[in-house]
């Protein structure tokens, strides 16, 4: 292979278009790489943003062929052997406002971080003359979230944010809610974590797991969702469709092993919610998909199933 083409989209703030550069292939490059090499070889008016090339600063995140990568991490020859092509379509990361060409607009997003205040609010009791001290295992609950870069991977891929669900926080302000929320040093729980509850729609996230493949630093924000659901919970927060959801869910399984159906969006919703859905009921009845009549028995190895709750309890203290 002796040339590559990459195809950029465009924007000069009034028009989009896409336009094709082709140049001399070299392996064990960047995607960045290739960037710079348009940008000082063949066209000086194309906009991109980077600065450190160490994968640190965050700020070459693109997409390419419709996935978010962070260009300086990301080797061109993967790139080609995956899509198994020697052309490379580039786009800026989805679901932000695109300023020019690969620039996003970050400004929104970061206000919107602050309301989780993504800061220590320390807790002086717990300092001694050594400073605050934190033991092994209080370090490793927050050395995940500490790796973000914020480079918006995650929220390009994110499907809440693509099919525009109005509200939902970024994925990396739950990392950032989870950092603090789960610091032993902070004395503020709750201003990390309920505006996640109340302004972020923590109980929205589909758990489709975007956010964590599509981190190129290793960040889990899916999980950090999953853990503030949890200390919501802990905290009083229940009366809530999530928390219902959840319930009635663990109450089923650990019950029965298996799900009731029929009675979970009574119970997730509560009975007003659930008249509005009786044609849909209907007609899941006309197909003989749910039986009213149904009782519900325990399977055979629910004994196994409630060891398995058990334990899980305990890996979760
Ligand atoms: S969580 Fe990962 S993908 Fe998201 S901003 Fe942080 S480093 Fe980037
Ligand atoms: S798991 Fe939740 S936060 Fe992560 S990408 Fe999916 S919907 Fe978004
Ligand atoms: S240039 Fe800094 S993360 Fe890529």
Not at 90 to 119: G, H, Q, S, T
Not at 150 to 168: A, D, P, Y
Request: aromatic share 10%; charged share 30%.
């Amino acid at each position: 292979m002796d040339t590559i083409i990459f195809r950029i989209k465009r924007f000069d703030g009034t028009k989009e278009w896409y336009q094709e550069y082709t140049f001399k292939y070299e392996k064990k490059k960047t995607v960045l790489w290739a960037l710079i090499k348009i940008k000082e070889e063949i066209d000086p008016t194309l906009n991109f943003t980077s600065a450190c090339r160490s994968a640190i600063c965050g700020s070459c995140g693109v997409r390419v062929n419709g996935n978010a990568v962070l260009a300086c991490k990301t080797s061109l020859d993967e790139m080609l052997e995956i899509y198994g092509t020697t052309k490379l379509t580039l786009e800026p990361l989805a679901n932000y406002k695109v300023i020019r060409d690969l620039v996003v607009d970050w400004e929104p997003k970061f206000e919107r971080m602050k309301e989780v205040k993504p800061w220590l609010i320390a807790d002086e009791s717990k300092a001694d003359d050594k400073g605050f001290c934190q033991s092994e295992k209080e370090f490793n609950k927050i050395s995940n979230p500490t790796d973000c870069i914020l480079c918006g991977c995650c929220v390009s891929e994110c499907t809440q944010h693509t099919t525009n669900e109005k509200g939902f926080y970024e994925p990396f302000i739950f990392t950032k809610s989870y950092r603090y929320t789960a610091d032993s040093r902070d004395k503020d729980k709750g201003g990390h974590l309920l505006p996640t509850l109340k302004k972020g729609g923590l109980w929205k996230c589909v758990r489709c797991m975007q956010c964590v493949t599509k981190c190129p630093k290793g960040v889990k924000p899916g999980e950090h969702i999953s853990f503030l659901r949890q200390e919501s919970m802990q905290m009083g927060y229940k009366e809530n469709k999530g928390a219902r959801h959840a319930y009635a869910f663990f109450n089923d399984i650990h019950n029965t092993g298996r799900l009731n159906e029929m009675t979970l969006p009574i119970r997730t919703e509560g009975l007003l919610n659930t008249i509005g859905r009786i044609p849909f009921a209907l007609r899941l009845l006309r197909k003989g998909k749910i039986n009213p009549l149904h009782i519900q028995k325990p399977i055979k190895s629910i004994d196994g199933v409630r060891r398995v709750f058990k334990l899980a309890g305990k890996e979760a203290k």
